[in-house]
């Protein structure tokens, strides 16, 4: 999408809000002062959700969600040929491709700019597996169970999806960008100056 080559996914942390649990409740408030889950989440262009991970606690960054997740091995190793597009909140690595913080005018700004726009793909299929499932809104039975109930609506909301049923009312909710910037592996940095290179100069 927008010019990006080799894209196999957008990935993206969301908030589930949850009741406060009883044990380690600290641990599940986020950074807006409320409980949840934090979920990532990876998706294609076509709003089919490829990969979950829902057992986490709100407190939790979304860059550590990765960084421990089994994907990140797997990109490592080869597994898939192809890019992940991640926000600023995640490392710029050879595999997970983040925006430039500061981009140059010309290519770089091309760049971000498709960036986002691709990226924007994942938001929108977030915003449609909430749209569809309202008890994601605010889910009251224990971490361990809203856990079973997230994953159970990603399943749904892909059967939903190749069965080409009707999406719900879409709701964008805010941009999640985390303002914690992580520096670029060097690796990283060198894939996307490299695609920014080839792909999007004027």
Known sequence: ??????????????????????HNEADYVNRKSIHSINVQIICDAAHIISNVEAKWPGSVHD???????????RLQRGEFDGLLLGDRGYPCQPRLLTPYPDPEPGPQ????RA??????RVEMTIGLLKARFQCLRHLRVTPERAC???????????????????HPALQIEDPDDDPIHLPAIQDGRAV??????????V
């Open 1 to 22: 999408m927008k010019g990006f080559p080799s894209v196999i996914g957008c990935i993206d942390g969301t908030h589930i809000p949850i009741t406060a649990p009883s």
């Open 63 to 73: 860059s550590r969600i990765y960084r421990e997740s089994n994907l990140i091995n």
């Open 109 to 112: 700004q091309n760049f971000n």
């Open 115 to 120: 960036h986002c726009r691709t990226r924007a």
């Open 148 to 166: 079973d109930i997230i994953v159970a609506c990603v399943v749904l909301h892909n059967i939903a999806t190749i069965r080409g049923e009707q």
């Open 192 to 201: 996307r100056d490299t695609i920014c290179h080839n792909h999007f100069r």
